[in-house]
C-alpha cells in the first residue's frame, strides 16, 4: 500500500525519554510512565495500560474557586505506561519548560496537558473589578516541568518594554510577575449611548519585564461566565 499519507512525517514519533513532546503542530504525545494532567476530552489515541481519572478543576480548592469565577482547567489525571496523544480541536500546541522559581499565568482555556510536578491556581487579574464578563481570572502555574499550551493560529510573544494592551480573549499566557489591569479603550460618548460599538471596549494592560503570548483569534466568552456569573454565584453564596 502506497500513499503520501504514510510519509515519515506523519508516523509516529518515538523517543527513548519519558515525557510531553510534540508528535506535530497540532497534537502533543506523552510517553507516559507515572502520571501526567490534562484537559477532559483532549485524548485522541492512546496504546499500553492507560487510566483515566476525572479531578474535576484540580481539588475541591480549585473547584471552589472556579465555581465562583468561571475560569479553571477541567481536568482528568492520565496514569500507566503508554503513548497518549492530545489534541484540542486542531489548535496549535506549544511545549513551555517552566524552570524552578519561574511562574507563568494562562488562561484557562488555553491549557492542554502539565507535568503533575507543577502546581497551579486560581488568581484574579489585578485591577480587573467588575470591567469586563471575561479574562478576570487565570490560573499561575509554578514549579518545575513541562506544560503544553494551544493557540488558535500562530502566535505572536509581545516583549512588555513599553505599557501594552492586549484584547482578553486573545492574552494566552504571560509573564507572572508583570502587573496586569483592565485599560478602557473605548471611549464614552453620544455614539456608544446610541448603541454603536467598535467591538473593543476594555482590553487587558500589562506593565513591567516580561512577555505577553497573544493568539492571531479571540476566543468567544463562555455564556454566563466572568464578572456576571460570579456576581450572581456570590449573590446566591451571601443569601
Request: proline content about 4%; charged content about 15%.
Amino acid at each position: 500500500m502506497r500513499s503520501a499519507l504514510f510519509s515519515a512525517e506523519n508516523l509516529e514519533k518515538e523517543s527513548q525519554q519519558p515525557g510531553m513532546r510534540l508528535q506535530n503542530s497540532k497534537m502533543l504525545k506523552i510517553e507516559l510512565n507515572g502520571e501526567a494532567m490534562a484537559r477532559v476530552g483532549s485524548m485522541v489515541a492512546y496504546q499500553g495500560q492507560v487510566q483515566f481519572q476525572a479531578l474535576g478543576s484540580g481539588g475541591i480548592g480549585k473547584f471552589i474557586k472556579q465555581r465562583l469565577t468561571g475560569e479553571g482547567v477541567p481536568l482528568m489525571k492520565v496514569s500507566g505506561h503508554g503513548d497518549v496523544f492530545l489534541a484540542d480541536f486542531a489548535k496549535d500546541v506549544h511545549v513551555i519548560d517552566l524552570e524552578p522559581g519561574d511562574a507563568l499565568s494562562i488562561n484557562g482555556s488555553s491549557v492542554l496537558a502539565f507535568d503533575s510536578t507543577l502546581q497551579y491556581d486560581i488568581k484574579m487579574v489585578g485591577g480587573a473589578g467588575f470591567a469586563s464578563s471575561s479574562g478576570l481570572f487565570n490560573c499561575v502555574f509554578t514549579g518545575h516541568g513541562r506544560i503544553a499550551v494551544t493557540t488558535k493560529g500562530t502566535p505572536v510573544v509581545l516583549n512588555v518594554d513599553a505599557p501594552t494592551y492586549v484584547d482578553p480573549q486573545a492574552a494566552v499566557c504571560w509573564s507572572a510577575n508583570l502587573q496586569t489591569g483592565y485599560h478602557r479603550a473605548e471611549q464614552l460618548g453620544l455614539g456608544t449611548l446610541l448603541g454603536r460599538s467598535t467591538g473593543e471596549a476594555f482590553t487587558m494592560s500589562f506593565a513591567g519585564q516580561g512577555f505577553v503570548v497573544v493568539q492571531p483569534s479571540e476566543e468567544p466568552p463562555v455564556a454566563g461566565s466572568g464578572s456576571q456569573q460570579q456576581g450572581g454565584m456570590l449573590g446566591g453564596l451571601l443569601q
